[in-house]
């Protein structure tokens, strides 16, 4: 199981500070919320997560070993808007994930490592109660059911970190609900970490284990560029406040090199 180590991590455009001085360490299996006010840099995390953006300062750690910042199959992701391919039926889509890890210029495999790749594909549908699906176009699937189909397609490769962005946010209530319990039925059979971003608190509260906020300590107009937003509250779901990690003293840092 993974803990990731978030160090110092700052993000800035230009002068523009987003994100300043964000530490934590999560336990292994993880279900962590993200919560802030709109543009605080919740998004931005989660791209310097996936490898889609560099730190400007600091560095990520998955067990102990700096994140490159590339995309890989360690990490899954399930935005807000169907990232599924339209043309492609939902076994397709699913398998498509697979063939381009088994098969990168080809995208294509063959013989049994296909019949594999379909196998684990229809089994993951399985999973999002998509099996009587496999074989329609993502315009045949309701919303709740295309938001399934892209968390199996983020899940098919077995990823250790999955990043939800916003991932239930379009979802009508009942619908979103049904999806909650697939997500965390998948989340403990699995055992990976996952991180939420999320405006929904009570969404945040039922399915995080720990919830983390992003906010900015400085408002003051003058303040904003140079500024970013950084972890205000960071909280365990059973109620307890995580206190900020001390300093490790300059003797034992260097000890432990
Ligand atoms: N590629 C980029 N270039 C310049 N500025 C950017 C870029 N990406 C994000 N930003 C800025 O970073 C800030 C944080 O954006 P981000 O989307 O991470 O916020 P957020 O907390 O996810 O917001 P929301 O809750 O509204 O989705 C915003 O001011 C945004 O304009």
């Known amino acids: 199981m993974t803990r990731v180590t978030v160090e110092n991590l700052w993000k800035s455009y230009g002068d523009q500070t987003v994100l300043e001085n964000i530490n934590f360490v999560?336990?292994?299996?993880?279900?962590?919320?993200?919560?802030?006010?709109?543009?605080?840099?919740?998004?931005?995390?989660?791209?310097?997560?996936?490898?889609?953006?560099?730190?400007s300062k600091g560095r990520i750690l998955i067990d102990g070993v700096a994140l490159e910042a590339e995309p890989?199959?360690?990490?899954?992701?399930?935005?807000?808007?169907?990232?599924?391919?339209?043309?492609?039926?939902?076994?397709?889509?699913?398998?498509?994930?697979?063939?381009?890890?088994?098969s990168p210029i080809a995208g294509r495999l063959f013989g049994r490592a296909r019949r594999q790749a379909r196998a684990a594909s229809l089994e993951m549908l399985q999973g999002v109660g998509l099996e009587q699906s496999a074989n329609k176009y993502p315009s045949e699937l309701s919303g709740g059911m295309q938001q399934r189909l892209a968390i199996a397609q983020a899940l098919v490769k077995k990823p250790k970190i999955v990043l939800l962005d916003e991932p239930f946010g379009a979802l009508d209530p009942g619908i979103r609900a049904e999806v909650h319990e697939i997500m965390l039925r998948l989340?403990?059979?699995?055992?990976?970490?996952?991180?939420?971003?999320?405006?929904?608190?009570?969404?945040?509260?039922?399915?995080?284990?720990?919830?983390?906020?992003?906010?900015?300590?400085?408002?003051?107009?003058?303040?904003?560029?140079?500024?970013?937003?950084?972890?205000?509250?960071?909280?365990?779901?059973?109620g307890k406040i995580i206190p900020p990690r001390p300093e490790t003293p300059a003797p034992l840092a260097a000890a432990a090199q």
């Not at 391919?85 to 397709?92: I, N, R, S």
């Open 26 to 55: 999560t336990e292994p299996g993880s279900f962590i919320s993200l919560v802030g006010p709109s543009g605080c840099g919740k998004s931005t995390f989660l791209r310097m997560m996936l490898g889609d953006e560099a730190p």
């Open 72 to 102: 890989s199959p360690d990490r899954g992701v399930v935005f807000q808007k169907y990232s599924v391919f339209p043309h492609l039926t939902a076994l397709q889509n699913v398998m498509l994930g697979l063939e381009f890890a088994g």
């Open 187 to 238: 989340w403990r059979e699995e055992g990976m970490t996952i991180f939420m971003v999320t405006h929904d608190l009570s969404e945040a509260f039922k399915l995080g284990t720990r919830v983390i906020a992003f906010d900015r300590r400085r408002t003051r107009p003058e303040e904003l560029k140079a500024y970013g937003a950084t972890v205000t509250f960071d909280l365990m779901v059973d």
